[in-house]
């Protein structure tokens, strides 16, 4: 089980929207377009969000619902919203699906008393709620709903017993743990029942409480105790809505924290239980095997690749250049990668490229290319590379992503750059 925040913080969630196609993961919805997109919503409390300590306004927020957009493109075209609040009760949540429900634009006074918080935490509750219309209307096409909920309904009970004597503490925790956990799936069944009313073609999935203490800590195993009972009410939880035609699962993110001390960042003085990266990845992993049944990394790049590209889930056997600051491609390699119609005219140094209903006619070395027939102006324009015994039509990412109408998304943190037809 997580412990509530304590440390002082100025945080702005940031959310990432992206196009896409469909994943093995759900049926996805089309666009206007036809094509098929692959929709992830986030909910939930601050793991949700993404938090270390530390953070700021400036901060860019990379949790394991970031990492669970990747390992979507990794799969397909994909789409994300992130909806989670710092310091979110399960009570808030329900209080934020039934505003999404009515279609109405609440407040964070609307969904709990965040008085209690550090500052920072009311304005990004506000925000989001603000958005409940909005939130409706990406649930209405989700594919995939995941959260972290419960770290703060069950984190006043360690609260209360941390500053007790051993005895005391765990009477506490005897006392207090039946009737928070009842409370909580209480409020877990209404909020869920919400939640597949307003997602009802989305897989659902839950993370359970990790331990949040150390094992030198005297209540590790009181508490390592409770999670494991929490971990399988969840699981009971999720049978009897399965049997209702709610499709939730649950993500056991508690087995992977077990006594590993770089999962956290536990500060003995601050009590912030947070995960730190690796804690996230573990968390994203486990959430990813429960979805995908695998998690992907992009292979490792050699010395001189700045990046790498993942084109329909391969990655591409010529790599990336940057020129310029420009990333360029090329560009037979993506044809042969979408199973798209490839033409080079060796006379006038022209590649036509067709894919979608769209076709692409570029030469080497014009500052224009042909959008089905139409002229566009191309700031760098392509050019030849030897490629062992061939020469290759390099092109820049722009030409893939607006000419063919590609989804293209770079993620920084990888250093990858997915492109998916």
Do not use: C
Not at 74 to 100: D, Q
Not at 274 to 281: D, I, N, S
Request: aromatic share 8%; no cysteine.
């Amino acid at each position: 089980m997580k412990s509530r925040l304590r440390k002082p913080l100025v945080f702005m969630l940031s959310a990432v929207v992206a196009v896409g196609l469909a994943s093995s993961a759900g049926a996805a919805v089309n666009d206007p377009k036809g094509q098929e997109i692959y929709r992830i919503v986030a909910l939930g409390d601050s793991i949700s969000v993404g938090y270390e300590p530390g953070m700021d306004l400036s901060s860019v927020a990379y949790g394991y619902a970031d990492r669970l957009y990747e390992q979507s493109l990794f799969h397909s075209r994909s789409e994300f919203a992130n909806y989670a609040i710092m310091g979110l009760t399960t009570p808030g949540l329900v209080n934020l699906l039934k505003g999404s429900a009515e279609s109405k634009p609440l407040t964070a006074v609307d969904l709990q008393d965040f008085s209690m918080y550090p500052d920072g935490v009311d304005d990004q509750a506000n925000s989001v709620a603000a958005r409940a219309p909005q939130l409706a209307k990406d649930l209405t096409n989700a594919n995939l709903v995941v959260m972290t909920i419960g770290a703060n309904d069950f984190g006043p009970i360690i609260n209360a017993a941390k500053d007790q004597s051993v005895d005391a503490a765990r009477q506490i925790i005897q006392d207090s743990f039946v009737k928070t956990m009842n409370k909580y799936t209480e409020d877990l069944d209404e909020m869920m029942t919400i939640l597949h009313k307003l997602a009802p073609n989305a897989q659902i999935v839950l993370a359970d409480q990790y331990n949040p203490l150390r094992t030198e800590i005297s209540l590790y195993g009181d508490i390592a105790k409770l999670a494991d009972e929490v971990a399988e009410k969840l699981d009971l939880f999720k049978d009897n809505l399965n049997k209702k035609g709610i499709p939730l699962q649950i993500a056991h993110v508690s087995s992977k924290f077990k006594g590993d001390p770089f999962l956290t960042h536990l500060n003995p003085l601050e009590m912030d239980t947070h995960p730190t990266q690796a804690g996230y990845e573990t968390i994203a992993q486990v959430f990813a095997d429960v979805v995908w049944k695998q998690y992907l990394n992009p292979a490792p790049r050699a010395k001189g690749v700045p990046i790498s590209v993942v084109i329909n889930g391969a990655e591409s056997p010529n790599k990336a250049v940057i020129v310029k600051n420009t990333t360029f491609l090329a560009i037979r390699d993506v044809a042969d990668a979408v199973d798209a119609e490839f033409i080079w005219n060796q006379k006038t140094k022209t590649a036509s490229f067709s894919k979608n209903g769209r076709k692409v006619v570029l030469t080497i070395g014009a500052k224009t290319i042909q959008v089905n027939g139409a002229v566009q102006p191309l700031d760098t324009p392509a050019y030849f590379q030897q490629s062992g015994k061939e020469l290759k039509t390099y092109v820049p990412l722009a030409v893939i992503s607006e000419g063919l109408d590609f989804q293209v998304v770079f993620r920084k943190q990888l250093l990858t750059a997915f492109i998916n037809s």
